[in-house]
C-alpha cells in the first residue's frame, strides 16, 4: 500500500523482527535466572542487592546515553543491531528481574530444600523446580521485554540510524517529519508498530491475572 511506496516497510519489519527474536528469549532468561539467584539469597544479601535492583529502576535513562554510545562504538557495534539487543543482557529493565524474584519468592522453601537434599545444582534446581512454577510469570517477562524492545525508539535513534539499521518505531517516527504525508498513512503506520505490542499484552491478560491468584509468602 501507500505506507509501503513511503517508507521500506519489510525492512523495516525485519530489522525489528531481527531485535525481538533475539532479545525476548535473553532477557527473559537473565531476568529468570537473576530473580531465581536472588531469591536462594541469604535475607541480609538479598534484602541488599533487592534494594539495588530497585534503585536501579530509578537511574534516569540520560545517564546511560553517553556511556553507552562509548561502549557501542569502542567495540565496532555502533549502527548496527545490536546496541538494540544489548539491553536484554541486563534483563531489559530491572523490572523483569523483580517480577522474577517475587516469582521465585512464592515458591515454597521445601520444594527448594528437597531439591538440595537431592544433591540437584543450582541450574537443575531452577529448571526443574522452579521454572514450571512460575509459567505465568516468565510470560509476563517475555510480553514486558517485546513491547519494550519491539518500540524502542530511542536507542535505535541513538546508535542505530543508517538505512539497513532502521527499525519500524524509527521508520514510522520519520513519517511525521515528511511533508505531504496523507493522515491515513500516518495511521496505518503507527497501526503496524502499536498492534503486535497491544497483542503481546492481551496474549498475557490471563497469565497476569493468575498471578494475583497465587499464594504470597513474605520476602
Sequence with gaps: GRLSEITPLGRLLRNSLLVV?????????????AGFVLAQLPPRSRRWLVGATTALLLVPLPMLWIPRFV??????????????????????????????????????PELWEAARLEGASALTTWWRVGLPLVTATTTAIAAVAFVFHWGNYLDALLYAQSEDTRTLPLGIGELVTLDGVEQSVLFAGAAVLALPAVLALLAVQRPLLGLQDRPHRAS
Excluded: K, M, N, Q
Design 21 to 33: 527474536v533475539v532479545a525476548v528469549p535473553l532477557a527473559t532468561l537473565i531476568a529468570s535466572w
Design 71 to 108: 561502549l557501542y562504538l569502542e567495540t565496532g557495534v555502533l549502527d548496527s543491531l545490536v546496541p538494540l539487543v544489548a539491553p536484554a543482557l541486563a534483563a531489559t529493565t530491572p523490572f523483569t528481574v523483580l517480577l522474577a524474584y517475587r516469582a521465585f519468592r512464592r515458591v515454597p
